[in-house]
């Protein structure tokens, strides 16, 4: 599909030469400089002070079991998000049962988003030393109804814990390794009525500390999506089958100088 | 990602006409968090028992000592930190005595960190272990301010001074709304130490640890007093009312209440045509509470109408439970003069079905967080696609075929017309 993409923009006669200006507008504001580059090694322990998180960087953390640890990251409308966890478990010489952890997925207003697919949850063996656990969301849209939770632009939570475990295992180290991935879904899930700002807490009074709260090259504009590209591809298209159309039937009839 | 830039900029081109005034909101802020520096309290057994010689061969009290030496060499250098003793003078055996025995080792302020090391090289296990009276005694010494505050309760044994509970301790001290975590680490805990150390982490949201080895102590310890030097936005202290007329008016911002279970509190926001609301709340599980529970936020009317409800069930073990809700007020456009600025009323309630078992105390209520945000409306959507587009082969199809037809159709027309002309 992006090859088709690529070749739908490049009917568009004018592209090239304007380029520049439309990437910038399309990016909007250039990402801050200095934003650090190192991936997190320390977990949040509440939504407040959730760590965030950049796309495809593998955030660890040491922590101990029945913390709950927080992660943050943007999703942009188009995007559709996937986390991974993986958990190295306390020895197992220390452990006494079976334990289950789980990921939980949170949006921008602390709802719960559910998965697709994934292994949400998981019970991880006394004897199994490291457990996998995986969570992709529904594509992000640029808008939603008020009533549904469908998942819109701004800030995810990730939560990880263990739901289930015999209380001696409690407080015991354990290493865990979370990461967020996302995947451009294209226009498919571009609705109308987008939001006017990213569900972003703490947007109103900008209270959020400045460093990966946003997508690296900015949340992209409200109006974009590649149905342009279709739309536009389509018309030109139409036009050119009106052009051949036309010189069929016509056909020799233009070759009569008009005398 | 570089097609998508590419195809923009592609698509801009064509359509940058379009594309004015639209651009996306930034997200980047500059408003400090918390001007005060954070206040971290070590709060160290010295009872009798710390002479067990458990921890990697050595004894529980010099496994702490060398952790201690380890992180106040590491201590960030913004954080204020304190240290006090539990049970470190009176070795008697008078429990009004012993219970009492907890005393400021290191006073909470900036860190002198061979002055600190000396203080902790004089201590030897002696005592009980108070530790109802030595987390009253450290939030206390963290008092004052607006700093955040972290007390990191470190011992080996379950505490000896009933009735005093240092669980409920603990949850009032949180619910006095002094922003303090206790973090606690057990020792080689046994079981009943582990079930009361669980409980006061729980009761205030901090983390509870078990350490078997040293470097796992120091480690910990370490990460905890960063973790209080790590910037957070301090939630403000509202009291929703009972009924949405007396409630308190609230702006954006983040707000922390206590509700009980199966109360409800209400609280009114403006909001004016055009902007949207958005709030979200969590409410805390800081004790034990039954398997399934869960939280309703509603906002609704002055007069009591609906708008918008978001809501969340849960089962299981747990920390907190959150849902939220927007709710974009619409533009008046029929309205005239002041009706069309005037803001709406909207009374946000906040309910939970949290349960219990009858051995717990319901009192204080469990923590409410509630965070309220007011932007600008979203773009009213007129169509399902955005901006009404089309997309996909389908699309395409149509519109060739479409074009072909009205080409075919305009040739032959031509044609005719010239076929006409000529005749005549």
Known sequence: ?259 | MITRKWVAAGACGLLATLAVGLLPTTASAGEPVSKEPPKVELVLDVSGSMRATDIDGQSRMSAAKQAFNEVLDAVPGEVRLGIRTLGATYPGDDRNVGCKDTKALYPVGPLNRSEAKTAVATLAPTGWTPIGPALLGAADDLKGGDATRRIVLITDGEDTCAPLDPCEVARDIAAQGIHLTIDTLGLVPDAKTRDQLVCIAEATGGTYTSVQHKDELSGRVRQLVDRAAAPVVTPVAAQGAKECQSAPKLGAGLYSDRETFGEHRWYKVDVKPGQELRASVSLAADRAVNNDYGVMLRASTVHGREIVRGSEAGDGRTDLISTGLRYPKAVLDDADGDAETAPETVCLQVSNSFSAPASVKTTPGMPVELTIDLVDGPAHASDAAAFGLGRGWWLLGVLVLTGLVAGLVWGWISRWRISVWRTN
């Open chain 1, 1 to 259: 599909m992006p090859a088709v993409r690529v070749l739908a923009a490049a009917l568009l006669t004018g592209a090239a030469l304007l380029a520049p200006a439309g990437a910038a507008l399309a990016a909007g504001p250039s990402p801050k400089p200095g934003g650090s580059a190192a991936a997190p090694t320390e977990a949040g322990t509440a939504f407040r002070t959730a760590t965030p998180v950049k796309l495809g960087q593998e955030a660890t953390a040491d922590a101990s079991t029945g913390d709950y640890l927080y992660w943050s990251f943007p999703l942009d409308a188009g995007q559709r998000g996937t986390v991974r966890a993986k958990v190295a478990l306390p020895p197992s010489a220390s452990r006494h049962a079976t334990s289950t952890w789980r990921i939980d997925v949170y949006d921008g207003l602390r709802r719960r988003q559910p998965c697709m697919y994934g292994v949400q949850a998981a019970p991880a063996p006394k004897e199994s030393a490291t457990l996998a656990l995986s969570c992709t969301l529904r594509p992000v849209r640029t808008g939603a109804d008020t009533w549904s939770d469908d998942p819109l632009p701004g800030t995810y939570y990730l939560r990880l814990t263990v739901v289930d475990l015999a209380q001696e295992d409690l407080g015991q180290p354990v290493r865990a390794q979370v990461q967020a991935d996302a995947k451009d879904t294209g226009g498919a899930y571009a609705v109308d009525g987008a939001l006017a700002a990213p569900l972003v807490p703490g947007i109103t009074a900008a209270r959020q500390t400045a460093a990966g709260t946003g997508p690296e090259d900015g949340w992209s504009g409200p109006w974009w999506s590649d149905r342009w590209i279709w739309t536009a591809a389509g018309g030109l298209l139409g036009g050119l089958a009106g052009i051949a159309g036309y010189r069929l039937t016509r056909g020799s009839g233009r070759t009569a100088p008009r005398a």
